[in-house]
């Protein structure tokens, strides 16, 4: 039972526009929740993340959204650029259990 | 100089073989893990140590045995491989036991076993 969920394997958005990476989850205890960028032949390397109390996070041009009632996280990326092309992993955590639940990724292509 | 290495990064072996994928973080961190990501490309826990002492010990068979020397080794030893031991198998660090998720991750060792 996955309890993190991406549905969608891939996205293509134009450079200079905004792309929107969707996640959701059905374990309501998670505590953070956070979003990890890879690119390919290296490690996920950590991008943004959210608490679980507050619904908006901001870095850059990075911004978490979390929807508690509807079990739902987005990640946009404004303006997008081809640097941004990889595979976008969601991420959740309960705090008192240490380890990460990891969705199935979703591959962003950012076309110039 | 990396941060989280791994080696080898590429491992093709037979079944019923027994290997080992190495791990060293030269971040001065606690804690390390080892993740796994399957066919369908979730990564999963599989173990974590914190200054040495395992703390995280998911579901894997017992074939699967994790081994920290010191803090800044993980080393994983899987003994009797089976096809579907192949993946691709992630070590990663955190200063401590991570309540907020934000870990550091090596670059993978990919592991075929035909």
């Known amino acids: 039972d996955q309890q993190v969920k991406q549905n969608s394997p891939s996205l293509s958005v134009q450079e200079g526009r905004i792309s929107i990476l969707n996640c959701d989850y059905t374990n309501s205890m998670f505590d953070y929740f956070l979003w990890y960028k890879k690119y390919p032949a290296e490690g996920p390397t950590f991008l943004i993340s959210?608490?679980?109390?507050?619904d908006k996070n901001e870095d850059g041009r990075f911004t978490v959204f979390l929807n508690k009632s509807a079990k739902h996280l987005s990640l946009h990326i404004v303006p997008s650029q081809p640097g941004d092309s990889a595979v976008y992993f969601c991420a959740a955590i309960l705090a008192g259990r240490r380890a990460l639940t990891f969705g199935s990724g979703t591959r962003l292509q950012v076309q110039p | 100089d990396t941060a989280v290495s791994q080696t080898p990064k590429y491992l093709v072996t037979q079944m019923g073989n027994d290997k080992s994928i190495k791990c060293e973080q030269n971040?001065?961190?606690?804690?390390m893990y080892w993740y796994k990501q399957d066919s369908k490309k979730f990564l999963k826990i599989m173990f974590s140590y914190n200054n040495k002492e395992l703390i995280i010990n998911e579901t894997v068979p017992n074939r699967f045995s994790p081994k920290s020397p010191d803090k800044a080794h993980l080393n994983l030893h899987i003994n009797s491989l089976e096809l579907g031991d192949s993946a691709v198998y992630f070590c990663?660090?955190?200063?401590?036991?991570?309540?907020?998720?934000?870990?550091?991750f090596g670059e993978g060792s990919r592991l075929t076993v035909l």
């Open positions: 990663a660090s955190s200063p401590g036991p991570t309540n907020t998720g934000e870990l550091f």
């Open positions: 959210i608490s679980s109390i507050k």
């Open positions: 971040l001065g961190h606690d804690t």
